[in-house]
């Protein structure tokens, strides 16, 4: 495997591949690698010829009082697992080469109506970092294939509007949350949690379970919402939205929509954790 820093290196390497008629496909992320990501891998590599990920924990993207000096960072292993995992080309780039007059100072591309909601209401400015970030990854790499997990089900319907929007000749890949033995949606964040709280953190995707068998019995979309935040809070959560909403546009869902997903974000402790479920109902 490449390793890669610079963005003219890259272009450099890449460029080569295009020439020889290689397909690639681009896998981003911000490290501390699990197996949902690997399972990334394995599927940009059915894509394409080559397959480029990227570790960058983007500045961008996060608030004021988040976790970006503590999100965990863990380059070695991360390298160990692309290497087992045959990715070809491994860029990490400082956060000065992709915003080298500050993240501040950037040129943003911002997403209208599907980034307002949700993720986009708690954390301001948010899907802006991640849009723009994105963005000039594609820029950077020019791949024909994108992998991304659905975990982050808002943010892939963010990327799939701004490659629309702006005609930007990729094919977006989005692959199923991957899960634990006891359900929990594998995330870089769940190695802030403690035994404990790994072992609590389950009712979050049992909530869900819960709310899509009842929405499946024609139970009120929103007395659903309102019993699954009371039963986040009895298992320890502090809920901060659930949602149960039209699959592609993410308003909240109607009387006849009949695709919806159901997105679910809460804090347990001082770590917030994202999962969701997408479903389809018989038309009544
Ligand atoms: O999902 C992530 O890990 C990040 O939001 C992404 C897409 C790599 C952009 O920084």
Redesign the pocket.
Known sequence: MQHLTQIQQLRDTLATYRRQGQRIALV???GNLHAGHIHLVETARSHADIVVSTI?V?PM?FGKNEDLDSYPRTLEQDKAKLIAANCDVLFTPTANEIYPTGHENNTVVSVPQVSTRYCGASRPGHFDG?ST??CKLFNIVQPDTAV??LK?YQ?FLVISKMVADLCLPVTLVGVPTQRDGSGLALSSRNSYLSEKQKHDAVALIETLRWAASDLLARKPAHAIEEEAKRRLSSAGFTPDYFAICHARTLEPAQQNDVDLVILAAAYLGKTRLIDNITLQLPPA
Do not use: A, E
Request: glycine share 8%.
């Open positions: 981003p992320t911000m960058f983007n993207q991640v970030v994105v991304f997990g982050d943010q």
